[in-house]
């Protein structure tokens, strides 16, 4: 997996499901069967960050096309107040990658509480 940064598409994983889920919605599927292909071609690991990459990549793919399922927000909301992402950044990021991640990790997670209303 690289990263080049902290946004959430920033990452292969999250840039991957975006993709992927575009894909599948322009090939005809519905959003729930397009979401249930995606977390089923990528949920193969149980790596809690790898988990969260995949949620946060299609929560934010799901908010940018106004398709968000209430499941996929609950569990990106879940995994993101969990800190599950920041490990990359805790690790060996530049010095502020850290908050700043964790910073667009609470932007992503004001828009998906936002969205429930």
């Known amino acids: 997996m690289g990263a080049w940064g902290t946004g959430i598409f920033d990452?292969?994983?999250t840039c991957d499901v975006r993709d992927d889920f575009y894909e599948l919605l322009e090939e005809g599927l519905s959003v729930e069967d397009a979401t249930?292909?995606?977390?089923?071609?990528?949920?193969?690991?149980d790596d809690l960050e790898v988990v969260s990459w995949i949620y946060t990549g299609?929560?934010?793919?799901q908010l940018e096309k106004g398709i968000l399922q209430e499941e996929i927000r609950v569990k990106t909301i879940e995994l993101i107040e969990k800190g599950a992402d920041l490990e990359l950044w805790a690790e060996g990021g530049e010095d502020g990658d850290y908050e700043e991640r964790k910073m667009v990790l609470n932007e992503l997670k004001?828009?998906?509480i936002g969205a429930s209303k």
Do not use: F, H, M, S
């Open 11 to 13: 990452n292969d994983t």
């Open 58 to 61: 299609l929560a934010a793919a």
């Open 36 to 45: 249930k292909e995606v977390l089923d071609r990528n949920l193969e690991e």
């Open 110 to 112: 004001v828009k998906l």
